[in-house]
T-cell receptor, first 112, second 112 residues
Framework: SQTIHQWPATLVQPVGSPLSLECTVE??????LYWYRQAAGRGLQLLFY??????ISSEVPQNLSASRPQDRQFILSSKKLLLSDSGFYLC???????????FGSGTRLTVV | KNQVEQSPQSLIILEGKNCTLQ??????????LRWYKQDTGRGPVSLTI?????NTKSNGRYTATLDADTKQSSLHITASQLSDSASYIC???????????FGKGTTLSVSS
């Protein structure tokens, strides 16, 4: 069965510190992977998506970057966090189009 | 412009009561519509997926309807339980599967 793992679950980081959130998928190969951010009272905002190793598309220019070093690994990073980076970050993958998204459990990031 | 609008923004009901959540979309060309349930601090979990030709689909106490002509969908919850308290998100996909448009969700609170 396909599963998606995301960690850490919660993170409190000072402004200006670096960030690394990791997402891995099991039970599938060559998945399309996505990073979303969900701010309080707002919908899900697509940040990055990747259709393969080393292939990253950015939807929103910002302080974040993404990398896909392995087929089933997707990493969200920042060199220097801003207060506005606080939010709930979700990793997702999509198998066959009709299956829809499978989401990770999310990371609550608070930048202080 | 592709948009998904959900109403109401929030809803409070008593345990055992029924409720209906609404989703209106302008995504074109339309492929499918999904309803997700997102518990607080967790990733969204798929409830139903509906294609153009489907009018009604049930998943336990959840029943989704779709009117592709008016571009409206509803999610009806029967005999609500405390565990139904969550955010319900409507997601619409275009035919190419390249764009998934998320609604901002409806926050449902079920009280005893």
């Amino acid at each position: 069965s396909q599963t998606i793992h995301q960690w850490p679950a919660t993170l409190v980081q000072p402004v200006g510190s670096p960030l690394s959130l990791e997402c891995t998928v099991e039970g599938t190969s060559n998945p399309n992977l996505y990073w979303y951010r969900q701010a309080a009272g707002r919908g899900l905002q697509l940040l990055f998506y990747s259709v393969g190793i080393g292939q990253i598309s950015s939807e929103v220019p910002q302080n974040l970057s993404a990398s896909r070093p392995q087929d089933r690994q997707f990493i969200l990073s920042s060199k220097k966090l801003l207060l506005s980076d606080s939010g709930f970050y979700l990793c997702a993958w999509i198998g066959a189009r009709e299956e829809g998204y499978t989401f990770g459990s999310g990371t609550r990031l608070t930048v202080v | 412009k592709n948009q998904v609008e959900q109403s109401p923004q929030s809803l409070i009901i008593l345990e055992g009561k029924n409720c209906t959540l609404q989703c209106n979309y302008t995504v074109s060309p339309f492929s499918n519509l999904r309803w997700y349930k997102q518990d607080t601090g967790r990733g969204p979990v798929s409830l139903t997926i509906m294609t153009f030709s489907e009018n009604t689909k049930s998943n336990g106490r959840y029943t989704a309807t779709l009117d592709a002509d008016t571009k409206q969908s509803s999610l009806h919850i029967t005999a609500s339980q405390l565990s139904d308290s969550a955010s319900y998100i409507c997601v619409v996909s275009n035919q190419a599967g390249t764009a998934l448009i998320f609604g901002k969700g409806t926050t449902l609170s079920v009280s005893s």
